[in-house]
Protein backbone atom coordinates (compact mmCIF):
# COMPACT_ATOMS: atom_id res chain seq x y z
CA UNK A 1 0.00 0.00 0.00
CA UNK A 2 1.68 3.31 -1.28
CA UNK A 3 1.23 6.96 0.31
CA UNK A 4 -1.26 7.92 -2.42
CA UNK A 5 -3.51 4.98 -1.71
CA UNK A 6 -4.06 6.01 2.03
CA UNK A 7 -5.68 8.59 3.39
CA UNK A 8 -3.76 11.77 3.85
CA UNK A 9 -2.82 12.69 7.12
CA UNK A 10 -4.54 15.88 8.76
CA UNK A 11 -1.36 17.42 10.69
CA UNK A 12 -3.07 19.08 13.60
CA UNK A 13 0.29 19.87 14.94
CA UNK A 14 1.30 21.56 11.76
CA UNK A 15 -1.53 23.89 11.70
CA UNK A 16 -1.64 24.62 15.21
CA UNK A 17 1.88 26.42 14.90
CA UNK A 18 1.02 28.01 11.71
CA UNK A 19 -2.24 29.74 13.85
CA UNK A 20 -0.18 30.68 16.66
CA UNK A 21 2.54 32.20 15.06
CA UNK A 22 -0.39 34.53 13.38
CA UNK A 23 -2.09 34.76 16.96
CA UNK A 24 1.30 35.99 18.29
CA UNK A 25 1.98 38.83 15.55
CA UNK A 26 -1.49 40.04 16.23
CA UNK A 27 -1.08 39.48 20.23
CA UNK A 28 2.03 41.77 19.53
CA UNK A 29 0.40 44.35 17.78
CA UNK A 30 -2.93 44.76 20.07
CA UNK A 31 0.12 45.08 23.10
CA UNK A 32 1.65 47.68 21.43
CA UNK A 33 -1.88 49.45 21.03
CA UNK A 34 -2.41 48.77 25.18
CA UNK A 35 -4.10 45.95 25.41
CA UNK A 36 -2.79 42.75 26.25
CA UNK A 37 -4.76 39.86 25.56
CA UNK A 38 -5.77 38.34 28.91
CA UNK A 39 -6.63 34.86 29.82
CA UNK A 40 -7.68 33.40 33.68
CA UNK A 41 -7.36 29.98 33.99
CA UNK A 42 -9.05 28.48 37.21
CA UNK A 43 -8.76 25.09 38.42
CA UNK A 44 -10.61 23.70 41.52
CA UNK A 45 -9.16 19.85 42.75
CA UNK A 46 -6.60 17.71 42.52
CA UNK A 47 -7.68 15.93 38.77
CA UNK A 48 -4.99 14.52 37.04
CA UNK A 49 -5.74 15.32 33.71
CA UNK A 50 -7.22 18.85 34.05
CA UNK A 51 -3.66 19.59 35.74
CA UNK A 52 -2.10 18.65 32.56
CA UNK A 53 -4.60 20.39 30.23
CA UNK A 54 -4.25 23.42 32.63
CA UNK A 55 -0.70 23.23 32.05
CA UNK A 56 -0.75 23.46 28.30
CA UNK A 57 -3.42 25.91 28.02
CA UNK A 58 -1.16 28.36 30.35
CA UNK A 59 2.12 27.54 28.50
CA UNK A 60 0.41 28.19 25.17
CA UNK A 61 -0.57 31.42 26.27
CA UNK A 62 2.80 32.55 27.11
CA UNK A 63 3.96 31.13 24.36
CA UNK A 64 1.55 33.27 22.01
CA UNK A 65 2.41 36.22 24.36
CA UNK A 66 -0.68 36.72 25.88
CA UNK A 67 -1.00 37.39 29.53
CA UNK A 68 -2.24 34.40 31.61
CA UNK A 69 -3.94 33.96 35.44
CA UNK A 70 -3.65 30.69 36.78
CA UNK A 71 -5.29 29.86 39.49
CA UNK A 72 -5.87 26.36 41.56
CA UNK A 73 -7.90 25.72 44.65
CA UNK A 74 -8.38 22.91 46.70
CA UNK A 75 -11.90 21.22 46.83
CA UNK A 76 -13.07 22.97 49.67
CA UNK A 77 -13.57 25.97 47.45
CA UNK A 78 -17.71 26.23 47.90
CA UNK A 79 -19.87 26.95 45.33
CA UNK A 80 -20.54 30.77 46.57
CA UNK A 81 -16.37 31.86 46.84
CA UNK A 82 -16.02 30.31 43.16
CA UNK A 83 -18.32 32.27 41.45
CA UNK A 84 -17.47 35.21 43.32
CA UNK A 85 -14.27 35.08 42.21
CA UNK A 86 -15.47 34.76 38.35
CA UNK A 87 -17.54 37.71 39.35
CA UNK A 88 -14.34 39.41 39.78
CA UNK A 89 -12.52 38.71 36.96
CA UNK A 90 -15.78 39.53 35.18
CA UNK A 91 -14.97 43.14 36.08
CA UNK A 92 -10.95 43.02 35.87
CA UNK A 93 -10.21 44.75 32.50
CA UNK A 94 -6.96 42.87 32.01
CA UNK A 95 -8.60 39.71 31.42
CA UNK A 96 -10.65 39.46 28.35
CA UNK A 97 -10.98 35.35 28.93
CA UNK A 98 -12.30 33.33 31.95
CA UNK A 99 -12.28 29.22 32.02
CA UNK A 100 -12.91 27.44 34.70
CA UNK A 101 -11.32 23.89 33.81
CA UNK A 102 -13.60 21.01 34.06
CA UNK A 103 -14.88 18.48 36.33
CA UNK A 104 -15.88 20.50 39.00
CA UNK A 105 -15.93 18.93 42.26
CA UNK A 106 -19.52 17.20 42.90
CA UNK A 107 -20.39 20.02 45.44
CA UNK A 108 -20.47 22.96 42.32
CA UNK A 109 -22.90 23.20 39.85
CA UNK A 110 -20.71 23.52 36.62
CA UNK A 111 -24.17 25.54 34.43
CA UNK A 112 -24.14 27.93 37.12
CA UNK A 113 -20.15 28.16 36.92
CA UNK A 114 -20.63 28.16 33.05
CA UNK A 115 -23.50 30.88 33.03
CA UNK A 116 -21.88 33.54 35.76
CA UNK A 117 -19.15 33.76 33.27
CA UNK A 118 -19.67 37.28 30.96
CA UNK A 119 -20.34 36.14 27.70
CA UNK A 120 -17.93 38.58 26.75
CA UNK A 121 -15.44 36.78 28.17
CA UNK A 122 -17.18 33.08 27.67
CA UNK A 123 -13.95 32.05 25.55
CA UNK A 124 -14.90 28.31 25.83
CA UNK A 125 -18.13 28.93 23.86
CA UNK A 126 -20.06 27.05 26.53
CA UNK A 127 -22.48 29.27 28.22
CA UNK A 128 -26.27 29.30 27.18
CA UNK A 129 -26.09 32.49 25.40
CA UNK A 130 -22.52 31.69 23.79
CA UNK A 131 -25.04 28.67 22.24
CA UNK A 132 -27.43 30.72 21.17
CA UNK A 133 -25.17 33.24 19.30
CA UNK A 134 -24.23 30.04 17.31
CA UNK A 135 -27.77 28.56 16.65
CA UNK A 136 -28.22 32.17 15.17
CA UNK A 137 -25.45 32.97 13.48
CA UNK A 138 -24.45 35.68 15.79
CA UNK A 139 -21.34 37.01 16.38
CA UNK A 140 -19.86 35.24 19.53
CA UNK A 141 -17.28 32.68 20.67
CA UNK A 142 -17.54 28.73 19.08
CA UNK A 143 -16.76 25.93 21.58
CA UNK A 144 -12.92 25.67 20.77
CA UNK A 145 -13.14 21.71 19.90
CA UNK A 146 -15.23 21.80 16.84
CA UNK A 147 -13.89 25.12 15.71
CA UNK A 148 -10.98 23.64 15.33
CA UNK A 149 -12.62 20.79 13.70
CA UNK A 150 -13.55 23.21 10.85
CA UNK A 151 -10.07 24.20 10.84
CA UNK A 152 -8.93 21.26 10.28
CA UNK A 153 -11.84 20.41 7.29
CA UNK A 154 -11.08 23.90 5.97
CA UNK A 155 -7.18 22.97 5.93
CA UNK A 156 -7.86 19.99 3.07
CA UNK A 157 -8.98 22.58 0.72
CA UNK A 158 -12.30 20.62 0.08
CA UNK A 159 -15.20 23.31 0.04
CA UNK A 160 -18.02 22.03 2.72
CA UNK A 161 -21.03 23.65 0.52
CA UNK A 162 -23.87 20.59 -0.81
CA UNK A 163 -21.25 18.24 0.83
CA UNK A 164 -23.13 15.62 3.59
CA UNK A 165 -21.49 15.40 7.04
CA UNK A 166 -22.51 12.78 9.87
CA UNK A 167 -21.11 13.81 13.60
CA UNK A 168 -21.42 11.01 15.73
CA UNK A 169 -22.18 12.44 18.86
CA UNK A 170 -24.72 14.44 20.24
CA UNK A 171 -23.13 16.48 23.59
CA UNK A 172 -23.29 20.36 24.04
CA UNK A 173 -19.50 20.85 24.06
CA UNK A 174 -18.94 18.94 20.76
CA UNK A 175 -21.82 17.01 18.80
CA UNK A 176 -24.27 19.91 18.56
CA UNK A 177 -22.11 22.89 17.93
CA UNK A 178 -20.01 20.74 15.33
CA UNK A 179 -23.43 20.15 13.76
CA UNK A 180 -24.50 24.11 13.55
CA UNK A 181 -21.00 24.60 12.08
CA UNK A 182 -21.29 22.65 9.42
CA UNK A 183 -24.07 24.19 8.23
CA UNK A 184 -23.35 27.44 8.45
CA UNK A 185 -20.51 26.34 5.77
CA UNK A 186 -24.04 25.04 4.17
CA UNK A 187 -23.21 21.39 4.50
CA UNK A 188 -26.02 18.66 4.44
CA UNK A 189 -25.83 17.47 8.09
CA UNK A 190 -26.79 14.19 9.96
CA UNK A 191 -26.36 13.88 13.35
CA UNK A 192 -26.08 10.52 14.83
CA UNK A 193 -25.85 8.87 18.56
CA UNK A 194 -26.01 5.87 20.69
CA UNK A 195 -29.70 5.08 19.76
CA UNK A 196 -29.29 5.30 15.98
CA UNK A 197 -30.18 2.44 14.04
CA UNK A 198 -27.65 1.17 11.18
CA UNK A 199 -24.94 3.89 12.09
CA UNK A 200 -23.05 2.42 9.05
CA UNK A 201 -25.61 3.41 6.61
CA UNK A 202 -25.64 6.77 7.99
CA UNK A 203 -21.90 7.32 7.60
CA UNK A 204 -21.30 5.36 4.18
CA UNK A 205 -23.24 8.39 3.09
CA UNK A 206 -21.22 10.97 4.47
CA UNK A 207 -18.59 13.23 2.36
CA UNK A 208 -17.35 14.26 6.08
CA UNK A 209 -17.57 12.35 9.44
CA UNK A 210 -16.89 13.61 12.90
CA UNK A 211 -16.31 11.33 15.33
CA UNK A 212 -17.44 12.36 18.75
CA UNK A 213 -18.57 9.85 20.82
CA UNK A 214 -15.73 8.89 23.52
CA UNK A 215 -15.84 5.32 22.28
CA UNK A 216 -12.92 3.26 20.42
CA UNK A 217 -13.80 1.86 16.85
CA UNK A 218 -17.49 3.42 16.67
CA UNK A 219 -16.12 3.80 12.93
CA UNK A 220 -14.51 1.16 10.78
CA UNK A 221 -13.30 0.93 7.49
CA UNK A 222 -16.68 -0.15 6.51
CA UNK A 223 -18.67 2.07 7.64
CA UNK A 224 -16.52 4.80 5.62
CA UNK A 225 -17.11 6.09 2.02
CA UNK A 226 -14.59 6.21 -0.18
CA UNK A 227 -12.47 9.60 0.01
CA UNK A 228 -14.11 10.92 2.85
CA UNK A 229 -12.61 13.35 5.43
CA UNK A 230 -12.56 11.79 8.77
CA UNK A 231 -12.24 13.61 11.99
CA UNK A 232 -11.83 11.65 15.17
CA UNK A 233 -12.32 14.06 18.15
CA UNK A 234 -11.84 10.74 20.51
CA UNK A 235 -10.02 10.55 23.42
CA UNK A 236 -9.23 6.84 24.66
CA UNK A 237 -6.78 3.99 25.70
CA UNK A 238 -6.32 0.84 23.61
CA UNK A 239 -5.56 -2.23 25.43
CA UNK A 240 -1.96 -1.17 25.98
CA UNK A 241 -2.44 1.81 27.42
CA UNK A 242 -2.20 3.86 23.96
CA UNK A 243 -4.39 7.00 23.69
CA UNK A 244 -6.32 6.44 20.45
CA UNK A 245 -9.80 7.69 19.37
CA UNK A 246 -12.87 6.74 17.92
CA UNK A 247 -12.01 5.78 14.72
CA UNK A 248 -10.31 2.46 13.77
CA UNK A 249 -7.35 4.38 12.55
CA UNK A 250 -5.13 1.94 10.61
CA UNK A 251 -8.14 0.43 9.08
CA UNK A 252 -10.20 3.81 8.08
CA UNK A 253 -7.14 5.85 6.78
CA UNK A 254 -6.56 3.10 3.89
CA UNK A 255 -10.40 3.96 2.34
CA UNK A 256 -11.02 7.96 3.59
CA UNK A 257 -9.24 10.79 1.64
CA UNK A 258 -8.13 13.05 4.75
CA UNK A 259 -8.00 11.70 8.05
CA UNK A 260 -6.83 13.36 11.50
CA UNK A 261 -4.70 10.77 13.67
CA UNK A 262 -4.82 10.61 17.66
CA UNK A 263 -2.90 11.78 19.44
CA UNK A 264 -1.33 15.07 16.41
CA UNK A 265 -5.10 15.53 14.94
CA UNK A 266 -7.32 17.50 17.16
CA UNK A 267 -6.01 17.96 20.38
CA UNK A 268 -3.60 20.66 19.54
CA UNK A 269 -6.32 22.80 17.81
CA UNK A 270 -8.39 22.96 20.75
CA UNK A 271 -6.05 24.72 22.89
CA UNK A 272 -5.20 26.95 19.79
CA UNK A 273 -8.62 28.46 19.04
CA UNK A 274 -8.65 29.00 22.81
CA UNK A 275 -6.53 31.61 21.95
CA UNK A 276 -7.61 32.75 19.04
CA UNK A 277 -11.39 33.73 21.03
CA UNK A 278 -9.10 35.33 23.58
CA UNK A 279 -7.32 37.45 21.06
CA UNK A 280 -10.69 37.80 19.63
CA UNK A 281 -12.56 39.17 23.37
CA UNK A 282 -9.17 40.96 23.28
CA UNK A 283 -9.77 42.88 20.02
CA UNK A 284 -13.62 43.77 20.78
CA UNK A 285 -12.86 45.85 23.43
CA UNK A 286 -10.11 47.15 22.38
CA UNK A 287 -10.15 51.04 20.38
CA UNK A 288 -10.65 50.67 16.75
CA UNK A 289 -7.34 52.02 14.75
Known amino acids: MTQ ?20 ALRAAALTRRG ?54 LNRDPAIHGIL ?23 VDGYST ?10 PGFNPCTPYGCMKLIASTGIVLRGKHAVVIGRSNTVGK ?32 VVAAVGRRNVLTAGMVKPGAIVIDVGMNRDDEGKLCGDVDFAGVQKVAGFITPVPGGVGPMTITMLLVNTLEAAERVAAPL
Open 100 to 122: VQMPLPKHIDPHTVIETIATAKD
Open 177 to 208: PMALMLLQENATVTICHSATANLGQHTLQADV
Open 129 to 138: LSAGELLTGS
Open 4 to 23: AEVGRLIDGNALSRQLRTDI
Open 35 to 88: VRPGLAVILVGEDAASQVYVRNKVKACQDAGLYSVFEKYDTTLTQAELLSRINA
